[in-house]
C-alpha cells in the first residue's frame, strides 16, 4: 500500500528566501506523485505532478519538485519565497491510474515573514 | 464553467440530526470523492464514485452513506450526526481510467460542518 510522508507540519520563512517541503514517499509499484495546495478556506489545487516522464518537473508559481527514486523522495522547493505562497501544501501518491487511490500526507503549512 | 460546487458551505448540527451535503460538478467527470479533513490528519477518503450508479467505502466510511444517482451529483449523507463528525468535507471528481486520467482531483472549497 502506499503512504506518504510530509516532514515538518509548519514551515516558516523569510520573504526571498528557498522554500523546500519534504515528501517521502512509499510505493509498491512505480508511483504517480503529487503537489497540492490549499490557500485558506479554499479547496485543494494541483500544483505539480510526476507521472514518470521528467523527474524534475516545473509546476505554477515558480514550483518545482524532483522525483529521487533512490531516497524514495519528492521534495518541493521554489528559489524565493514571496507572501502569496503562505499556504497548506500536500503531497499525495497514487499507483498508475489509480485517481481512487489517491493517498495524502498530513500536509505542511507554510508561512512566509515579510 | 463552476467546475466543482458543494452545498451547503457551513451547517451546524445537534447530536443525532441528520443532514445531506451535496457536490455537483459540471466536467462530465466519472469519478467523484468525499474527504474529511481534520487538522493534523490531511484528508481521508470517505466513499467514492467510479460512475452513475456505483460507490464504494474509503478509508473512514463509517457513519456516513453516500448516493450517485446522477452523473453530475454526489451526495454525502449523515444519519445520525456524532460530536466527532465535526469536520470540513471536501468534494472532487476526476476523469476515469479510460480517459486521461493522470491522477489529477479537482476540489469544490468545502463544507464546514459543526457537531454539537
Known amino acids: 500500500a502506499q503512504s506518504v510522508t510530509q516532514l515538518g507540519s509548519h514551515v516558516s520563512v523569510s520573504e526571498g528566501a528557498l522554500v523546500l517541503l519534504r515528501c517521502n514517499y512509499s510505493s509498491s509499484v512505480p508511483p504517480y506523485l503529487f503537489w497540492y495546495v490549499q490557500y485558506p478556506n479554499q479547496g485543494l489545487q494541483l500544483l505539480l505532478k510526476y507521472t514518470s516522464a521528467a523527474t524534475l518537473v516545473k509546476g505554477i508559481n515558480g514550483f518545482e519538485a524532483e522525483f529521487k527514486k533512490s531516497e524514495t523522495s519528492f521534495h518541493l522547493t521554489k528559489p524565493s519565497a514571496h507572501m502569496s505562497d503562505a499556504a497548506e501544501y500536500f503531497c499525495?501518491?497514487?499507483?498508475?491510474?489509480?485517481?481512487?487511490?489517491?493517498?495524502f500526507g498530513k500536509g505542511t503549512k507554510l508561512t512566509v515573514n515579510p | 464553467n463552476a467546475g466543482v460546487t458543494q452545498t451547503p458551505k457551513f451547517r451546524v448540527l445537534k447530536t443525532g440530526q441528520s443532514m445531506t451535503l451535496l457536490c455537483a460538478q459540471d466536467?462530465?467527470?466519472?469519478?467523484m470523492y468525499w474527504y474529511r479533513q481534520d487538522p493534523g490528519m490531511g484528508l481521508r477518503l470517505i466513499h467514492y464514485s467510479v460512475g452513475e450508479g456505483t460507490t464504494a467505502k474509503g478509508e473512514v466510511p463509517d457513519g456516513y452513506n453516500v448516493s450517485r444517482l446522477k452523473k453530475q451529483n454526489f451526495l454525502l449523507g449523515l444519519e445520525s450526526a456524532a460530536p466527532s463528525q465535526t469536520s470540513v468535507y471536501f468534494c472532487?471528481?476526476?476523469?476515469?481510467?479510460?480517459?486521461?486520467?493522470?491522477?489529477?482531483?479537482?476540489f469544490g472549497e468545502g463544507s464546514r460542518l459543526t457537531v454539537l
Open positions: 499525495a501518491v497514487s499507483d498508475k491510474g489509480g485517481s481512487e487511490k489517491l493517498v
Open positions: 472532487a471528481s476526476s476523469y476515469s481510467l479510460g480517459e486521461a486520467n493522470t491522477g489529477e482531483l479537482f
Open positions: 466536467m462530465n467527470h466519472e469519478y
